[in-house]
């Protein structure tokens, strides 16, 4: 199949994607993955490497909005609950994953421990564009959730360069440019936008552009990844974005409309069909090793901290998806692990993006004009406590 023809195909999945999800009621970032599962296995077209390209790149914008939504102050008001949530979250399923692989599946040790990072994400692009459909990123219960998925993939990728990614030198100019960017952008953005904004061309949307492709193009030299460099950048213009909503909204059009259904396509498409069905006992296994631990650790913190939603925190921070794909990439890549271990990693990544979002988003999700209305009338505190008025009150 050529590549117009691949693109034309997914192109009509796309569209095909966001009705269901409309009719649906359904987060279309889910619909997508699904589509992914369904289309790279029905029909013989593999991924593409201009899809790749695209994906990755749209992981990363994500990534980059996701930090942009962050409430720094409410962030450093309340950053002991999102360390102890986002560090629960990666910490319980990263050693049970791996006691199991090793233990119980009869892997090699560095495949353990790929598979213990691989399942111990929490994935910020599936978390966010859940937040920004329904309206709940302005919410202070979103912003929370939020603050802690950035904590549990930070201590995926920590943990994945502490134990296998060997820095080339290049990690002193990508440190130096993460750095520069991090102090330097904030500063210049103000004048940049005020200058030149707000012009059909869109120059601030460019901007960032451009910072993320140098960032990602550093990041591979240096054998690093560029999605932590990328969240943290979006952090630091957070309250820019705060006070020019409309620049934020541009961005975010452009990323929903054309480059994140392509990364959430790619998502399900690395999944095998025909490998899974022959190991559906394993698939099933890892996949309880990966949710079991994630929502006995995260789910009585959570009822501390962002009580009564704290069913509806624990599967959201249950997801997997973008360090979850990365992890089991670069095991394959490395030879670490081979192509049966990684589509089933792949594949337990892909369901639990999907399982739990679609359980919380049917059941659990609250209503994000009453909790706007909440936000305003009571002041944000660190553990706020008062009455459910959502369908999780059962559960809370």
């Known amino acids: ?192 936008f005020r200058r030149y904004g707000n012009r059909v061309i869109e120059p601030e949307i460019k901007l960032v552009f451009a910072a993320l492709f140098l960032l990602m193009w550093l990041g591979d030299r240096a054998h690093s990844h560029a999605v932590l460099p990328a969240f943290i950048l979006g952090l630091v213009l957070s309250s820019h974005y705060a006070a020019h909503r409309k620049e934020q909204e541009r961005l975010r059009v452009v990323a929903f409309a054309f480059l994140t259904p392509f990364f959430f396509l790619k998502g399900g498409m690395n999944v095998s069909a025909p490998a899974l069905w022959s190991n559906l006992g394993l698939l099933g296994l890892l996949f309880l090793a990966k949710m079991t631990p994630k929502l006995a650790a995260v789910y009585p913190l959570a009822r501390r901290s962002c009580a009564p939603h704290a069913g509806f925190t624990t599967l959201l921070m249950s997801t997997g998806l973008t360090f979850g794909t990365i992890s089991s990439l670069y095991g394959l890549q490395a030879g670490i692990i081979d192509e049966t271990q990684f589509s089933l990693l792949v594949a337990v990544v892909v369901l639990s993006a999907i399982v739990p979002t679609v359980i919380a988003q049917r059941f659990l999700q609250p209503d994000a004009a009453a909790e706007r209305t909440h936000d305003e009338a009571v002041p944000a505190a660190p553990a706020p406590a008062r009455p459910a008025h959502t369908t999780e009150e059962a559960t809370a």
Do not use: C
């Open 1 to 192: 199949m050529s590549e117009l023809a691949v693109a034309a195909l997914l192109a009509g999945v796309i569209l095909l994607a966001g009705t269901i999800s409309v009719e649906a009621g359904i987060s279309v970032a889910l619909i997508e993955l699904a589509a992914g599962v369904a289309v790279g296995n029905a029909f013989d077209v593999g991924v593409p490497e201009w899809l790749s390209f695209v994906g990755g790149f749209a992981g990363i914008v994500l990534t980059f909005l996701a930090g942009a939504e962050v409430d720094v102050p409410q962030f450093r008001r309340e950053w002991r609950a999102s360390l102890l949530l986002g560090g629960a979250s990666f910490a319980a399923p990263f050693a049970l994953v791996g006691l199991f692989a090793y233990y119980g599946l009869g892997w090699n040790r560095e495949q353990a421990e790929i598979a213990g990072i691989a399942l111990s994400t929490t994935s910020l692009a599936v978390v966010y564009a859940v937040l920004v459909e329904t309206g709940l990123n302005q919410t202070l219960i979103g912003k929370r959730v939020m603050s802690a998925t950035f904590v549990t993939d930070l201590g995926t990728a920590v943990a994945l360069s502490i134990l296998f990614v060997t820095p080339s030198i290049w990690v002193v100019p990508f440190a130096g440019v993460t750095v520069l960017f991090v102090l330097g952008l904030p500063r210049a953005a103000p004048w940049f």
